[in-house]
């Protein structure tokens, strides 16, 4: 099964690579390939001061070795060995009416002293940040979503779609990181799935990724816009990064397994504002998505 999806994403990672590129039109991705010296490594692709994406990282990577102790006991296991590869990009674009989106699909193993495995499940999903809220783009994107789970089971888009809410909250903040999407983790074989079937549910996601954004970023990428909404986004941005260190347990595992920092910190924005006590006038669109943001809206 590692075998199997770590050819899965790298595919995934050169059709979505690619597709960005050419709506961007100016900027390509810098490719950089590393190794982890405990074992394995990964193909890291950035780009940067396009025409479309002001900054964002499509990246896969497969690691192995012994599990850390911080980790053994986040897991509740012993002196173990683990094996865990993904895909995890993040997109900031320039123009404030676009969206920047975050996805992520994982894979992990564990392993027992002889090599046996002992435990293995996938994660994953993909969720939408607005600083500019179109209804009809974040219908767009749980719609896609909906039709993803639906060709697998109908109990998955609520479950997963109520999970993203509840995920990717900025508690100390009381509001959401954005309008969401989908997040399952620890997707284990069991009575009514085995592992292929998740694998077919995971890369099924996966594969609707472009369908969910590209629309929405072909739409609004030429729109006009102020100073003021550029300034209301990178304020927005500050959010954003508020939740990945502080919150975001994929960041917290990458550093706690002496992941490379340079591809774990790829998702913090270029350009970000910290105003203290900022508040947007009444009625206005940027108080529109606050009041979104402080209670999960069902879309679809």
């Known amino acids: 099964m590692k075998d199997i999806f770590y050819t899965y994403i790298q595919d995934l990672q050169d059709r979505i690579t690619s597709q960005l590129e050419a709506i961007d039109g100016s900027a390509k991705f810098k490719e950089d390939l590393w190794k982890r010296p405990e074992g394995g490594g990964g193909r890291t692709r950035v780009i ?6 002001e900054k964002g990282g499509v990246n896969i990577s ?32 320039k123009n404030p009416m676009v969206p920047t ?91 009514s799935m085995s592992m292929e079937q998740w694998y077919a549910f995971v890369s099924e996601v996966g ?48 550093l706690k397994t002496n992941g490379r920092i340079e591809s774990i910190l790829m998702s913090l924005p270029p350009h970000v504002q910290w105003v203290y006590d900022h508040q947007p006038e009444p009625n206005s669109p940027e108080a529109r998505l606050l009041d979104v943001l402080k209670t999960p809206k069902d879309w679809v």
């Open 207 to 254: 594969n609707s990724f472009l369908e969910a954004y590209v629309p929405i970023v072909e739409k609004r990428k030429d729109l006009a816009y102020t100073a003021a909404h550029r300034d209301w986004q990178e304020i927005r941005r500050g959010r954003y990064v508020e939740f990945n260190l502080v919150h975001d347990k994929g960041t917290l595992f990458g």
């Open 48 to 53: 940067e001061n396009g025409s479309v994406f």
């Open 101 to 191: 989106v975050h996805a992520n699909w994982r894979y992990f193993e564990m392993y027992d002293a002889s090599g046996t495995i002992i435990d293995q499940w996938f994660g994953g999903g993909q969720d939408l940040t607005p600083y500019y809220l179109f209804d009809e783009d974040a219908v767009h994107f749980h719609q896609t979503c909906k039709t993803a789970c639906d060709k697998h089971d109908t109990t998955f888009y609520p479950t997963y779609k109520k999970r993203c809410d509840t995920y990717f909250h900025n508690a100390h903040r009381n509001e959401g990181r954005g309008i969401g999407g989908l997040f399952f983790d620890y997707c284990k074989a069991n009575d």
């Open 62 to 93: 497969g690691v192995h070795g012994k599990l850390p102790e911080s980790m053994q006991a986040y897991f509740k296991v012993g002196n173990v060995d683990f094996f865990a590869c993904g895909l995890s990009l993040v997109l900031h674009p």
